[in-house]
């Protein structure tokens, strides 16, 4: 195991599937026992890719291996009765229940807030939804697309001569995941004050909202939808571009003045340093970048894009590496556009030890993760268990801490409970 962790001590109980998997994922991070449960075959999150070598199989799936490290699994048919009584008595070990179905279906297998308070008065049970437990969308299916969408982030991401665009990510569900830690976590704090366990309603909407929460006031101040600027950034009616192509790949930096956050320093850096290269025009070198704030507002579009031209051509003779390192040696505000391969190898992530090796015996290598969030002088945090085998822990548990005897598992096993 580990050293003594923040959450150790604590049991969390987790029925999650899809990407709100990361909320168990994170307490095991955090030192909680995290038990895993999968109906017996295993859990439709493992049929997610993408897989191993490009081997679809449910031992396979990168993605179940992504959000289900530092857990144990069991496998249970809460369907049964005796799979019910099953997950009772994990329920009397437990102090986080962690779900995802759709609202009323906890309470129609008989296992709903009420029953489980009754099992364990300070139990905390956090259901992460959609769109929540109560209200006209409370039953609505979910997608990735659905949820983002319902939230506004579509509505402003895109190009704004286009139709909306989506984060091809599915995010939507991690995010789902984050909130249902913090909520998870609050109640916990909640309860170590006052004894009393809680049910945590966590509807997903609500919680990508906060990422938009400027964007309404656009309607509720001026009545008019908050526009799509695609890679642009807006100086009044005119389009500054933010991300530029460079000689492999795109780096975002965008063209400003003006006195305040530094803005007509970082610019004037930047043509300094075209200037050494040939590549400053003379009359891009006169420009007072301290009033170009202002002045803009003055101006055509074809002025400004006359203006950000020398740049783009410049940009377009460096790589992302050089943009990278010279911005930071000049104090020039931008940055590369990273892609999965920039980040795999990324010299800082490097340094941190960011990314941490997991020994997989039953595929014979070792994998590197992605570490844990953040940090911690005192309560060290570490991944210490991959992503659990289909029912791997069932004697483990069963047996070993609920004291079902070996007759009890093969009986259980033959009818489908486990």
Known sequence: ?????????????????????????ILGDLGADVIKIETPGGSPSRDRGPFYKDIPHREKSLFWFAYNRNKRGVTLNLETGDGRRLFEKLVETADIVMESFPPGHMDKLGLGYARLVSIKPDIIVTSITPYG?????????ESELTTWASAMIHSITGDPDRAPAWNSYPSAGLMGGIQGVIGSLYALFHREITGEGQKVDVPVQQYLLQFTTGAHWFWECMKMNFPRMGRYMTAGFLKVASIRPCKDGFVHWALAGGAAAGFSDSTARLVKWMDEEGMAPDWLKKIDWVGFGGDVVQMTQEELDRIQEPFDAFLMTKTTTEFSEETARRGIMGCPVSNSRDICSDHHLEAREFWEPVRHPELGETLSYCGPFAKFSEAPMKIFRRAPL???HNREIY????????????????????
């Open 1 to 25: 195991m580990i050293a003594e962790t923040m959450l150790d001590g604590y049991r969390v109980l987790d029925l999650t599937e899809g990407g709100y998997l990361l909320g168990g994922q």
């Open 133 to 141: 437990q109560e209200g006209p969308k409370s039953l609505y299916k």
């Open 390 to 392: 289909i029912g791997e």
């Open 399 to 418: 047996e070993g801490e609920l004291g079902v005897s070996r007759e009890e598992m093969l009986l259980f096993k033959q009818a489908g409970v486990i």
